[in-house]
């Protein structure tokens, strides 16, 4: 796989759980920045070789017009669903308000621009007026970008990520991802894991690994909108409980839970990539590492 070597990146959001990865995945071959308002980012994600700038993507512009810049990736806005509908005034903090100072500053540098948009955009909810803060807010920033592109000719390209999962995750919290929270519960021994009804809704859960492999090829020969990185196994949360041999503690339904999501992963696969790692494997390796 070709990678990008002897470049200067920078990752919104570096200090994140996607971030943290891409940071690690280029930093031997590149000088890698990292600007992160450590919302969600950690400072145990840190790692030698990148430099880290604390702030959030509305700062963008006290990076300095010395910095050079060949890729920006911004990976670091507010990412999750149904706690936007509390968290409404963070989102539009984060996401919306800031992103004209993100294509602004990556015009002025020439730097080709990888935004992860959300994969809630190909959402099915039960009722359309379910559809979250959030999902409405990254959809009209890939709509911002894309016309923004046609006025001042930014480089860029729109990816979108399916329910990642691996390392980095953050396990606990409001915050916490699926898999990552399932993965800690088990650890302190419960065998019943919560569930939001009524189950049968799916995810293509794709492993860390796979998103960056995909991030890669994207911004080598990507341009434009519609980068799906996803597996192409679309999975119930009933059965994600099974491979973990448990049993479902069901929660109440909830605001901007999708019930499904159209998997847009054709333009990705023609550059060259194919996701690889199995959710099925990842859990059975977890399971033999905590009952051995």
């Known amino acids: 796989m070709e990678i990008i070597k002897n ?76 706690t936007s509908f509390d968290d409404y005034n963070l989102v539009i903090e984060n996401n919306l ?42 959809s009209s920033n890939t709509n911002h970008l894309i016309n923004y592109s046609k006025w001042f000719g930014l480089k860029y390209a729109i990816v979108y990520f399916y329910n990642v999962y691996g390392g980095n995750e953050i396990s606990s919290g409001k915050y916490s991802t699926v898999i990552a929270k399932f993965k800690n519960i088990y650890s302190q021994g419960v065998r019943k894991l919560p ?29 434009g909108d519609g980068y799906g990185i996803g597996s192409s196994q679309a999975i119930s949360m009933n059965q994600v409980i099974k491979y973990f041999g448990c049993d479902a503690d069901f929660l109440p339904s909830r605001r901007g839970n999708r019930f499904e999501s159209d998997l847009i992963t054709e333009k990705t696969k023609k550059l060259g990539w194919e996701p690889k790692v199995s959710l099925e494997k990842h859990i059975n390796e977890f399971l033999d590492s905590i009952n051995k």
């Open 97 to 138: 308000k800031p992103f004209s100072k993100v294509l602004e500053f990556s015009r002025i540098k020439n730097a080709k621009l990888i935004y992860s948009g959300s994969s809630t955009k190909f959402a099915k909810y039960e009722k359309e007026d379910l559809v979250s803060p959030y999902a409405w807010i990254k």
């Open 195 to 223: 569930l939001v009804k009524p189950g049968t809704q799916t995810r293509n859960f794709t492993h860390y690994s796979d998103i960056i492999s995909g991030l890669n090829v994207v911004a080598l020969k990507g341009d």
């Open 7 to 82: 470049k200067k990146i920078l990752v919104i959001g570096g200090a994140g759980f996607i971030g943290s990865h891409l940071c690690d995945f280029y930093k031997d071959d590149n000088n890698v920045y990292s600007l992160d308002n450590y919302l969600t980012g950690n400072s145990d994600n840190h790692l030698e070789g990148v430099e880290y700038i604390r702030g959030s993507s509305g700062d963008i512009f006290n990076l300095g017009e010395a910095l050079t810049l060949d890729y920006i990736f911004h990976l670091g806005e507010y990412s999750r669903v149904e």
